[in-house]
């Protein structure tokens, strides 16, 4: 009898380790090693949810070189099917009492609803319903009369494959029973987003910060995974003596998740902090371009930088990797635009806060010019949207104060004039206004990073010429008739002008006044 326990005991631990790591693997593969076993001193093995190899000895793992460990963090399973969807956009409209005025409409939200499902390949819309809905946050949304006529609608549709509920997170509660209800995927507006900036994130960066914005996410599907465990009589036993619950160690492996991901994204902000270092000691202005998303933002800068790489697409969230493009102002100033990830309203912030390393060169501009797409219907929503987001990452004062506001599409609404002034009308497809919009950024730029223009008079004979080309823009070289010096127009900072004063005192006229 004996022989057959311990005969059997081995096996027993085989099913218990194994029957964990289908349990992590259900929540979302997390790739982050976890401890399995733990009895005593004796370490049994060591795990990595997703099916790489088992360790044993001391129970911590060595630590992998950074490649591998970025490579390791990014295998993650698809939030959403990356085949093609017919979707049912389903919009709560929300009663507001009496007096009320609604910030936008139901006809312009579940338009947007769509354009987020039409920017994935494959994916189209088969119908959209608006539901009115007095409770969005009670269990199922909508109230039973309205849940009952909109689960048969549902059921009698038989070419959906998913259902797209246009509010910004369900409760896993919420999910489970509405999938439950209608026997189809169904996904919510946090989802929907982080699903198509899977599938648009090109460089290691974007990646890694959309991994990060995951976790929430993640975490809400292992505590409904337990409860659901729970009820069936095992969740909340013990793991083979180790004092955790597969509850609890897939929590500890989403945290450890957590905190590899911000190590690696400090690493990147690092280097980017690096480059900003190397753009100041070079003395390049930076313009940072933002709006919301769909808005003409790189289709802007493309009319301005001349840069035929450049691709607008339209579609939601196209960039989400910030792009920095070289371009000139009238001036011959060189500039740098900063294209960067459009905003949209109803996203969790947590998700913006994971993108905050990128957005972080925002605050480094030294102009900030807001782009609205005037052509849109809710482009007074979206403007405000920006502008709550904007408040949001705790710019410097200066720089939100000294936005310049740029109205795009203009060509879409004929006859159309700025509401105010100081406001630029732009169209980058017909060019109108685009030369106005330089100079505006021209007297900004000036401004913000105490450049001036001066004419200073230098003797062509001497190193004065040949200095100020390298250390300022030279607009202008006019030969005086006397012969043997210029006068030579330049953008300059104040310190390089101080330098030059200093260098060539003795030869230096006083500078002429512009």
Sequence with gaps: MLFWRAAALPGFWLLCVRRVQQTLNSAGALTSPVRIVNAGSRVWGSARAGGGPVRGGGGEDTREDEGEDEDELLRAPPLLPFDAQRVLVLHPDVRRPAGTKSRSTAEWQVAEAAALVRALPGWSVARTLVVPSAAPGSRLVFGKGNFQDLTEKIKGCQDITSVFLNMERMAPPTKKELETAWGLRVFDRFTLVLHIFRCNARTREARMQLALAEIPLLRSSVSGDSAQQDQQGWGSRYIMGSGESPRELRARALRDRELRLRRVLERLRDKRRLMRRERVRREFPVVSVVGYTNCGKTSLIQALTGEAALQPRDQPFATLDVTVHEGLLPSRLRIL?????????????????????????????????????VSH??????????????????????????????????????????????????????????????????????????????????????????????????????????????????????????????????????????
Excluded at 355 to 364: G, I, M, N, P, R
Excluded at 433 to 451: C, F, Q, Y
Excluded at 452 to 462: A, I, P
């Design 337 to 373: 635009y900063v294209d960067t990830i459009g905003f949209l309203s109803q996203l969790p912030h947590s998700l913006i806060h994971a993108f905050s390393a990128t957005l972080e060169d925002v605050a480094y501009s030294d102009v900030l010019v807001h782009v609205t797409d």
């Design 377 to 514: 219907p809710d482009a007074e929503l979206q403007k405000a949207t920006v502008l709550s987001t904007l408040r949001g990452l705790h710019l410097p004062p200066a720089l939100l104060e000294s936005v310049l506001e740029v109205h795009s599409k203009v060509d879409l609404v004929p006859g159309y004039t700025p509401p105010c002034s100081g406001v630029l009308a732009v169209s980058a497809v017909s060019g109108r206004g685009l030369e106005e919009l330089k100079a505006a950024l021209e007297a900004s730029v000036l401004r913000a990073t105490g450049r001036q223009v001066l004419t200073l008079c230098v003797r062509l004979g001497g190193p004065q010429l040949g200095w100020l080309y390298k250390e300022a823009v030279v607009q202008k070289v006019q030969e005086l008739p006397e012969g043997g010096a210029a006068h030579v127009t330049v953008v300059i900072t104040q310190a390089a002008y101080g330098r030059f004063r200093k260098l060539f005192s003795l030869d230096a006229p006083p500078a002429l006044p512009h």
